[in-house]
T-cell receptor, first 111, second 116 residues
Framework: QKEVEQNSGPLSVPEGAIASLNCTYS??????FFWYRQYSGKSPELIMF????GDKEDGRFTAQLNKASQYVSLLIRDSQPSDSATYLC???????????FGQGTRLTINP | DAGVIQSPRHEVTEMGQEVTLRCKPI?????LFWYRQTMMRGLELLIY????????DSGMPEDRFSAKMPNASFSTLKIQPSEPRDSAVYFC??????????????FGPGTRLTVT
């Protein structure tokens, strides 16, 4: 099992719908979880982080964390074409400051 | 703040040449990370520093790669000699720490390296 796994893309969602991105991780001791968005040819940009079980909402974005099941998800409501990008899940492992990134899920929002 | 600054943005070099990539982290951040991104392998951590000291270089692919951080505002990643398989986008990122909590990392714009 990889340390951080994301559902394989590409994921295609119609404009206005909810996009759901999932990520599982192997280290039960992980305490922080990050979602980055990366547009083609650009650097990863932090969009959400979550530390506690449950949901965290920021505008159209909601991060959901379930430590018992070791997964974290990102929901994008009212998807817009500008949300089309690759979304990377990142988890610090082994109590270190370094992050391990998933392979990313490419999301396409269709007008 | 200007964010993480990297130079050059693009580098094209011939196999066997030395390549030096540069990074200036966000002021006040005490962690600095070097990543490499390729289509095949995704985003890989090469090495990271805390307060200018290398903490983990287990991701450095081989002895041809070396990294330094002479002060809190500057770091270099050097490849010597370069090979075509080193072609990738190299990112520098920095973060702030407080105790054991892991904080978010902020990425620079990256250096696209092409070795012919």
């Amino acid at each position: 099992q990889k340390e951080v796994e994301q559902n394989s893309g590409p994921l295609s969602v119609p404009e206005g719908a909810i996009a759901s991105l999932n990520c599982t991780y192997s280290d039960r001791g992980s305490q922080s979880f990050f979602w980055y968005r990366q547009y083609s040819g650009k650097s990863p940009e932090l969009i959400m982080f979550i530390y506690s079980n449950g949901d965290k909402e920021d505008g159209r974005f909601t991060a959901q964390l379930n430590k018992a099941s070791q997964y974290v998800s990102l929901l994008i409501r009212d998807s817009q074409p500008s949300d089309s990008a690759t979304y990377l899940c990142a988890v610090p492992l082994q109590g270190a400051q370094k992050l391990v990134f998933g392979q990313g899920t490419r999301l396409t929002i269709n007008p | 703040d200007a964010g993480v600054i990297q130079s050059p943005r693009h580098e094209v070099t011939e196999m066997g040449q030395e390549v030096t990539l540069r990074c200036k982290p966000i002021s006040g951040h005490d962690y600095l990370f070097w990543y490499r991104q390729t289509m095949m392998r995704g985003l890989e951590l090469l090495i990271y520093f805390n307060n200018n000291v290398p903490i983990d270089d287990s991701g450095m692919p081989e002895d041809r790669f070396s990294a330094k951080m002479p002060n809190a505002s500057f770091s270099t990643l050097k490849i010597q000699p370069s090979e075509p398989r080193d072609s990738a986008v190299y990112f520098c990122a920095s973060s702030f720490s407080q105790g054991v909590k892991v904080y978010e990392q902020y990425f620079g714009p990256g250096t696209r390296l092409t070795v012919t």
